[in-house]
């Protein structure tokens, strides 16, 4: 069984839409949560993190945490091409080396 | 600072031919790591060394083996190569940043077996 899921797309949004992506992870004592944006050919770039419940937000960038749900999403505002990429949702237990990481959901942004 | 690099970025085996693929970091990171990447399956650990001198196995270390060489390098080498094991590898670092757990990954390593 998987521990960290995603939806795999691929997610069409409109060029200034909102981008919402979902992951769920079945580890109860996960402690921190990552974005990670992947282009295609090329190497994962953590965009977000967030460690506690709530909204975090950095730019066009919003990443939510419910951990009763065990639930993180990613919310992209005004999304532009330039955000077409695979986003990979990455999970980490406290006092752990290993994270976790979902196969990802590919966006695509249609100009 | 060049951040995380690995060589080869291309490489071609046959089966059961053996090779080693080599990482260094320059950002004076403890942690290091190894991942595949396989379509549709995400990023799988093979290994990962906490700090220098020691190194754990992670989600898929059959058929790999991994050495720390120091704080800067930490190579992985397949002793026999098999088709299951084409796929692109990742090295990544941990240890600063952003987030103390946030990883820098190196270019990739694309590895086809035949």
């Known amino acids: 069984q998987k521990e960290v899921e995603q939806n795999s797309g691929p997610l069409s949004v409109p060029e200034g839409a909102i981008a919402s992506l979902n992951c769920t992870y079945s580890?109860?004592?996960?402690?921190?949560f990552f974005w990670y944006r992947q282009y295609s050919g090329k190497s994962p770039e953590l965009i977000m993190f967030?460690?506690?419940?709530g909204d975090k937000e950095d730019g066009r960038f919003t990443a939510q945490l419910n951990k009763a749900s065990q639930y993180v999403s990613l919310l992209i505002r005004d999304s532009q091409p330039s955000d077409s990429a695979t986003y990979l949702c990455?999970?980490?237990?406290?006092?752990?080396?290993?994270?976790?990481f979902g196969a990802g959901t590919r966006l695509f942004v249609k100009a | 600072n060049a951040g995380v690099t690995q060589t080869p970025k291309f490489q071609v085996l046959k089966t059961g031919q053996s090779m080693t693929l080599q990482c260094a970091q320059d950002?004076?990171?403890?942690?290091m790591y190894w991942y595949r990447q396989d379509p549709g399956m995400g990023l799988r650990l093979i290994y990962y060394s906490a700090s220098e001198g020691t190194t754990d196995k992670g989600e898929v270390p059959n058929g790999y083996n991994v050495s720390r060489l120091n704080k800067r390098e930490f190579s992985l080498r397949l002793e026999s190569a098999a088709p299951s094991q084409t796929s692109v590898y990742f090295c990544?670092?941990?240890?600063?940043?952003?987030?103390?757990?946030?990883?820098?990954f190196g270019p990739g390593t694309r590895l086809t077996v035949l």
């Open positions: 580890d109860q004592g996960s402690q921190s």
């Open positions: 950002m004076n990171h403890n942690s």
């Open positions: 990544a670092s941990s240890g600063g940043g952003r987030s103390y757990n946030e990883q820098f």
């Open positions: 990455a999970v980490k237990s406290t006092g752990g080396f290993k994270t976790i």
């Open positions: 967030i460690y506690s419940n």
